[in-house]
């Protein structure tokens, strides 16, 4: 994998654009998931963020960014996931009022249900997730919200960040 420049950051990390290169030219655009220095070295943070990685890989669904990898390199963690070239909703709804704006302009209805359901679609997806043995996760997400949501240019909803997600066992 090749690192690039931020595309995103929270709170524990920041995501990169990255690119899985394989062999005979097999190359494929990927976001990496990488934990900020200061957690990087705590265990209790680095267990989050492998249970994070564990939990997301078991959801496979169209509205759900998929989990492809866990990368150990010079003592760091990185989750390899689905780049989706796209917007966060919450960027989507600023970019559609403007940063200053005092007039709030309504997202059409039709749009505004066409995100809620393949979001729901996704959290159903988590929700009705099973582990290895086929015994079911139960997950519920618990940080819903325009910023976890990313819109892809097909115009599909996907929910990403289980990183507080919280799953029956866990």
Known sequence: YSIYGNIAHGGMATVHLGRL?????????????????????????????TDEARVAS??????????????????????VLEYIHGETL??????RNGRN???QQRVPPAIASAIMI??????????????????????VHRDISPHNIIVG?????????????????R
């Open 90 to 95: 919450d960027r989507l709804i600023l970019h």
């Open 21 to 49: 290169k394989g062999a005979v030219g097999f190359e494929r655009t990927v976001a990496i998931k990488r934990l900020h220095p200061q957690y990087a070295m705590d265990p209790s943070f680095v267990d989050m963020f």
């Open 153 to 169: 240019m097909d115009g599909v909803p996907r929910v990403l960040d289980f990183g507080i997600a919280k799953a029956v066992g």
């Open 58 to 79: 078991r959801i496979q669904h169209p509205n759900v960014v998929s989990t492809l990898d866990v990368v150990q390199s010079d003592g760091e963690l990185f989750l």
């Open 118 to 139: 393949g979001t729901l679609q996704g959290l159903h997806a988590a929700h009705e997730a099973t582990d290895a043995r086929g015994e079911p996760l139960k997950l």
């Open 101 to 103: 704006s005092v007039v």
